[in-house]
């Protein structure tokens, strides 16, 4: 597919004490997005995780694929990721992120929420090997889902934004050493949701 040219005129950049964090609604446009998500539904070798939590095992409330342009592992909440090598079209979807936000990435890390059940708990992208003050770039495919956010220290500051259908979130500088977030379970009847976060894996 052809990807239309980066819209620099709509950028939201949420006034968050702490933090970085730029909102793009229009990344890609809902046509775009529709045919993205459709590919990497299909074509994404999507797996179901075990989780530990309290020393008990559970499924991860969602499926994840890992790719790298590299060997290295990326692990989190007990789980250890070995990546597949990027195909062309997750490359395509980097190389135009890169240009938006000028940074490399190594590393995509896919999540699918298949209905409001699926979740993502609340967490820092903060591991040892995305250094100090990443940039954590988060492309969202198919159902909108709340993303809450909160900071880790003064408990009245909080935030929670949609995130729509193409929409790209970029975090930045120290927002992963003061904010947590996480994509909240919903009892709406939702469709499902892919998400894709770019990291640079040190
Ligand atoms: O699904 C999302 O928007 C958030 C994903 C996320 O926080 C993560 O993969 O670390």
Redesign the pocket.
Known sequence: MSMSLFDTSKIIKLPLQDATIEYHPQFFSFEEANTLFDELYQNTPWIEEDIRVYGKIYKQP?L?AFFANNQKKYG?SNISMTPHPFSPLLNAIKTKIEMACETQFSSC?L?L?RDGQDS?GW?A?DEKELGLNPV?A?L?LGAE?F?HLKHKKIKTLKHKLN?QNGSL?LMKDATQHHWL???PKTKKPIGK?I?L?FRLLK
Do not use: A, G, K, P
């Open positions: 969602r994840t989190y890390l999540n929420y993502n967490h992208d954590i988060s969202s889902r993303f995130l979130l977030h996480q994509i949701r998400n976060t």
